[in-house]
Nanobody, 126 residues
Framework: EVQLVESGGGLVRPGGSLRLSCATSGFTVDDYAIAWFRQAPGKEREGVSCISVPDDVRYYADAVKGRFTIPRDNAKKTMYLQMNSLKPEDTANYYC???????????????????WGQGTQVTVSS
């Protein structure tokens, strides 16, 4: 059974850093396209960052480029979202997701992700 469990959310001041974790099970983490999404109250879910398969390229939304990275530890079957220079507009519920069938070396579309975690809340406020 494929499972994804996020952790690491919390309250952080503007300019601060936070690292989210997504522990996976039931699949080989570097064999699926994986991604982080976020959804703020009253807004649509948006993609934040992803790793494509099979070329292992990282992609970032313009809003987070240069501030966020998406490390992955294959041995621990865990991916991360390292968030630096956080802004109030980064406040959202963050989700990790996995796509088992999108293996064409480009970012998977949102509807390709069939496995989702439960989310972890990130609040950026002074």
């Amino acid at each position: 059974e494929v499972q994804l469990v996020e952790s690491g959310g919390g309250l952080v001041r503007p300019g601060g850093s936070l690292r989210l974790s997504c522990a996976t099970s039931g699949f080989t983490v570097d064999d699926y396209a994986i991604a982080w999404f976020r959804q703020a109250p009253g807004k649509e879910r948006e993609g934040v960052s992803c790793i494509s398969v099979p070329d292992d390229v990282r992609y970032y939304a313009d809003a987070v480029k240069g501030r966020f990275t998406i490390p992955r530890d294959n041995a621990k079957k865990t991916m991360y979202l390292q968030m630096n220079s956080l802004k109030p507009e980064d406040t959202a519920n963050y989700y990790c997701a996995a796509a088992s069938k999108w293996k064409v070396g480009t970012p998977a579309p949102t509807n390709a992700y069939e496995y989702w975690g439960q989310g972890t809340q990130v609040t950026v406020s002074s």
